[in-house]
């Protein structure tokens, strides 16, 4: 579960010190501290995407079913442009986290086995 927290906070899932964007947040080729392949790892992100994005999607409509603001109009388009910046805002966390998965499946799977730091074996 490091890595994956280390990718929420859109650093490398290997090291946690090298960012996962650099400027405009573009992925990097590679960690500047470590050295890791970040593109090989960045593939198949998209159902974790989906999945997350679905999920902050039923908050939103649970907080519709929920609220009840005295403008009903205005309290609609405020909850509309919070949940669409919040799940623009979490973007590149829940895109970190997933190449941190991506990664953490490819290291167990031995095909990076180097890679996986010994607190996350016994996991
Ligand atoms: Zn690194």
Do not use: Q
Not at 30 to 53: K, N, P, V
Not at 58 to 69: K, S, T
């Amino acid at each position: 579960m490091l890595a994956v927290a280390r990718g929420l906070r859109t650093r490398c899932p290997r090291c946690g010190r090298g960012s996962l964007y650099g400027r405009g947040l573009r992925l990097r080729g590679r960690c500047a501290d470590c050295g890791l392949e970040l593109g090989r790892y960045a593939h198949d992100t998209w159902a974790m995407i989906y999945f997350s994005t679905a999920a902050l999607t039923g908050a939103v409509v649970i907080a519709l079913i929920v609220a009840r603001p005295s403008n009903l109009l205005l309290g609609r388009f405020v909850l509309g442009a919070v949940a669409l910046a919040v799940i623009v805002a979490s973007l590149p966390s829940r895109k970190g986290a997933a190449i941190a998965v991506n990664w953490l499946v490819a290291a167990r799977g031995g095909e990076d086995e180097e890679a996986v730091p010994s607190s996350e074996r016994d996991c």
